[in-house]
């Protein structure tokens, strides 16, 4: 069992930058591969990043490849999600999913965790 709790979310100006934390709880998170997601008022969700369990392996989504960065530190049992030259588009609710898989998953219903979710609104 795997406890996921995401935090750093908030209101920012269009070009600015975020650093979202997911915090697990649990002895074996160098186990499970870790992404972050995204889901916008009324639409699905969607994937912006995944990171293997020891880190060597990430994927991004095309449309914040080259702006968010996605790292795990796994003496703290936390993911990060460093999101930089935000945009109005980049606002929704940012959730945090785990999964025991020596592969990097891209599709939600490939993670079998996840977090409550922490807010971003980027302004115009």
């Known amino acids: 069992q795997v406890q996921l709790v995401e935090s750093g979310g908030g209101l920012v100006q269009a070009g600015g930058s975020l650093r979202l934390s997911c915090a697990a709880s649990g002895r074996t998170f160098n186990n499970y591969v870790m992404g972050w997601f995204r889901q916008a008022p009324g639409k699905e969700r969607e994937f912006v990043a995944a990171?293997?369990?020891?880190?060597?392996?990430?994927s991004y989504a095309s449309s914040v490849k080259g702006r968010f960065t996605i790292s795990r530190d796994n003496a703290k049992n936390t993911v990060y999600l460093q999101t930089n030259s935000l945009k109005p588009e980049d606002t929704a609710v940012y959730y945090c999913a785990a999964r025991a898989s020596a592969d990097v998953l891209t599709r939600p219903r490939d993670y079998n965790y996840w977090g409550q979710g922490t807010q971003v609104t980027v302004s115009s």
């Open positions: 990171i293997s369990r020891r880190g060597a392996d990430t």
